[in-house]
Antibody, heavy 120, light 111 residues
Framework: QITLKESGPTLVKPTQTLTLTCTFSGFSLSTSGVGVGWIRQPPGKALEWLALIYWNDDKRYSPSLKSRLTITKDTSKNQVVLTMTNMDPVDTATYYC????????????WGQGTLVTVSS | QSVLTQPPSVSGAPGQRVTISCTGSSSNIGAGYDVHWYQQLPGTAPKLLIYDNTNRPSGVPDRFSGSKSGTSASLAITGLQAEDEADYYCQSYDNSLSGWVFGGGTKLTVL
């Protein structure tokens, strides 16, 4: 049974750096083909893919946010960490992590999401 | 503005059939990348509904079906039920962006 859960601050101030952790179970990020991605959703708006890391440490970033994002993995802890620098109120959103099994494929398991509000 | 284009809303009466379109371009759907569909019930995380254009994960009713042609894809829902009222998103991969792309979402209202 695959599960993922996001954790991190619920409130950050503008210009601060956001650090989110995805803790998962039911799969290993050392297994060939496995990836974990981050997707966000501003209130009332659409889903937006942010970043993804593969079992072999291959990292992909949204071109529009690449300069602000860093994704890393800790295989021994079953965790993936996303950092986003220079947070702005427009970054207020629910942030999801999700499991991906095929390159350029679908996200078949999602975490429950965590709402991050950016406000002073 | 999303890379994949969906109608903002569709509606139908219980028992009816509705379709939701997803239009892309030559760098995503038209390039041969698969299309996937998600259902998002109010206040919950997205759930995979259709993967690889036409396939249903275990547990998804066969009332839901997907198709793909050229630079577009469609999700069809037959025998509409009140519990189908949700937001639906298509997703693919874009080789010019080197990343995953989503549609803007379609809100389904069951009348």
């Amino acid at each position: 049974q695959i599960t993922l859960k996001e954790s991190g601050p619920t409130l950050v101030k503008p210009t601060q750096t956001l650090t989110l952790t995805c803790t998962f179970s039911g799969f290993s990020l050392s297994t060939s083909g496995v990836g974990v991605g981050w997707i966000r959703q501003p209130p009332g708006k659409a889903l937006e893919w942010l970043a993804l890391i593969y079992w072999n440490d291959d990292k992909r970033y949204s071109p529009s946010l690449k300069s602000r994002l860093t994704i890393t993995k800790d295989t021994s802890k079953n965790q993936v960490v996303l950092t986003m620098t220079n947070m702005d109120p427009v970054d207020t959103a629910t942030y999801y992590c999700a499991h991906e099994i095929a390159v350029a494929g679908d996200f078949d398991y999602w975490g429950q999401g965590t709402l991050v509000t950016v406000s002073s | 503005q999303s890379v994949l284009t969906q109608p903002p809303s569709v509606s139908g009466a219980p028992g009816q059939r509705v379709t939701i379109s997803c239009t892309g371009s030559s760098s995503n759907i038209g390039a041969g990348y698969d299309v996937h569909w998600y259902q998002q019930l109010p206040g919950t995380a997205p759930k995979l509904l259709i993967y690889d254009n036409t396939n249903r994960p275990s547990g998804v009713p066969d009332r839901f079906s997907g198709s793909k042609s050229g630079t577009s894809a469609s999700l069809a829902i037959t025998g509409l039920q009140a519990e189908d009222e949700a937001d639906y998103y298509c997703q693919s991969y874009d080789n010019s962006l080197s990343g995953w792309v989503f549609g803007g979402g379609t809100k389904l209202t069951v009348l």
